[in-house]
T-cell receptor, first 112, second 113 residues
């Protein structure tokens, strides 16, 4: 399998649930990213990891918790989300920071 | 600080007609510029990228973009639109050494039969 994969592709959760989104890249890249894409809003960068260390956190609420155990895997742990958190969550990777980013297919999240 | 402006959130063209999607950027140093395409229910896919080599950049699916420093523009064009080009297109900018790419708000391209 090549490229960037994300699981699950679709997720419905209640506001009291805890769930995790998974991203895996098979490109040998050093940087990974989480983005949020909501209807009628620009793509929002959430977290950036380089060589497994977080380098960017754009004032994201603490109910979103990223984890990067190694350079190939990135998780986004979700707990006590709000309905306005419903969106498409995209993962991306790049060889290094500011290089071309390659995106996964996204996880479509619905919070009820 | 870098920024990207895409003119027109929606653009409609007839099949076979010229596609022109506009992007203007601001950057304090020579930038890297990108165009990405997003088809329904999919992630973003790189169309083309400018990195200070040739100012006319050719990408996939017959698209190309021209870097014009004097106009701070990086417009995306395709001579003849195809129904399969219907998607959302994002222009993006980054500076060498920066830790992120800044995306525009996107332009949804509609192809009319």
């Amino acid at each position: 399998e090549t490229g960037v994969t994300q699981t699950p592709r679709h997720l419905v959760m209640g506001m009291t649930n805890k769930k995790s989104l998974k991203c895996e890249q098979h490109l040998g890249h050093n940087a990974m990213y989480w983005y949020k894409q909501s209807a009628k809003k620009p793509l929002e960068l959430m977290f950036v990891y380089s060589l497994e260390e977080r380098v960017e956190n754009n004032s994201v609420p603490s109910r979103f918790s990223p984890e990067c155990p190694n350079s190939s895997h990135l998780f986004l742990h979700l707990h006590t989300l709000q309905p306005e958190d419903s969106a498409l969550y995209l993962c991306a990777s790049s060889q290094d920071l500011s290089e071309t980013q390659y995106f996964g297919p996204g996880t479509r999240l619905l919070v009820l | 600080a870098q920024s990207v402006t895409q003119l027109g959130s929606h653009v409609s063209v007839s099949e076979g007609a010229l596609v022109l999607l506009r992007c203007n950027y601001s950057s304090s140093v020579p930038p890297y510029l990108f165009w990405y395409v997003q088809y329904p229910n999919q992630g973003l896919q790189l169309l083309l990228k400018y990195t200070s080599a040739a100012t006319l950049v050719k990408g996939i699916n017959g698209f190309e973009a021209e870097f014009k420093k004097s106009e701070t523009s990086f417009h995306l064009t395709k001579p003849s639109a195809h129904m399969s080009d219907a998607a959302e297109y994002f222009c993006a900018v980054s500076d060498l050494g920066d830790d992120k790419i800044i995306f525009g708000k996107g332009t949804r391209l509609h192809i009319l039969p």
